[in-house]
């Protein structure tokens, strides 16, 4: 191979670990439930009844594109997806932190529940988790993937 | 819509759970034995689809149609998206897959009957 000229970025040949692989791969997968969960009540919600909640709607339709964008970039993997993916567990673990303080401190706010409620209660505190694992994930497979 | 047919297809899916979890454990991939009893998860949501489909014919309606569809449409989807994932990730994590798959699908099953019950069909 010729040498690659440029830039301060080079790739190695070197098998790596990707984000899609693996753990990563029940990760993608549990990633993909809540996505299709989540997109499913959001719809729902906002086609049959968005006038009874509409923040609490809207939030669960920010949930729905943050689990589907992630699940892209964790199976995309590579830099960019990477870093969509970080953005996403970030984003999650803060909605969940966030959302659910609120729905405790001030229930009248979320007269329906979202995804996030009561720290995804509704959904045995997976949403809690999953960003938190996939953080670990993004952390752990780093190492290996930018050299 | 509960009894047997909604009762038959927890049961079968936990089994499963169980099964792949013991690959898991062990450090195996899914095996033949985990696609044919995805299989015949799936013939018993096939057959829990046609009972609510025949209980539809025959003038009930769910509660709440939405949800309800939503559900038996995910429900449908949910052992072969399983068989795809378990076949492209031939390790002990595909076994995992599996598993996860297997819990999360009676809970979609009781959601199912939650919302066919809602106004007391």
């Known amino acids: 191979m010729a040498e690659r000229s440029g830039g301060p970025t080079t790739t190695t040949d070197r098998p790596t670990r990707t984000t899609s692989s693996g753990p990563g791969r029940l ?16 719809g729902l919600q906002i ?10 709607y809207l939030l669960s339709a920010l949930a729905a594109v943050i689990y589907i964008v992630a699940t892209v970039g964790l199976a995309r993997g590579g830099t960019g997806g990477r870093r969509t993916a970080w953005l996403c567990c970030t984003v999650e673990l803060v909605g969940v932190l966030a959302v659910g303080l609120t729905s405790v401190l001030d229930p009248a706010l979320f007269p329906d529940d ?24 993004l952390a752990r497979t780093r190492r290996d993937a930018q050299v | 819509m509960d009894g047997l047919p ?14 792949s979890l013991y690959a898991t454990a062990r450090n195996r991939p899914p095996d033949r034995s ?17 009972v609510a489909l025949v209980a539809l014919a025959g003038g009930d309606r769910p509660g709440e149609p939405g949800a309800f569809f939503g559900y038996l449409v995910t429900l449908v989807c949910l052992p072969p998206l399983a068989a795809v994932l378990a076949r492209m990730e031939p390790t002990r994590w595909g076994s995992a897959i599996v598993t996860v798959v297997c819990l999360v699908l009676p809970v979609v099953v009781v959601r199912l009957q939650q919302t066919w019950q809602v106004t007391g069909g």
């Open chain 2, 6 to 19: 909604a009762t038959g297809t927890i049961v079968l899916s936990l089994v499963l759970a169980a099964w």
């Open chain 2, 34 to 50: 985990h696609l044919v009893g995805l299989g015949l998860l799936e013939l018993a949501v096939l057959g829990l689809a046609v």
């Open chain 1, 114 to 137: 979202t995804v996030w409620s009561g720290f995804g209660s509704g959904y045995g505190y997976v949403p809690l988790v999953l960003p938190v694992l996939g953080l670990i994930w």
């Open chain 1, 27 to 42: 990760l993608v997968a549990v990633y993909l439930l809540f996505a299709i969960a989540a997109t499913c009540r959001a």
């Open chain 1, 47 to 56: 086609v049959t009844r968005f006038d009874e909640a509409p923040v609490a």
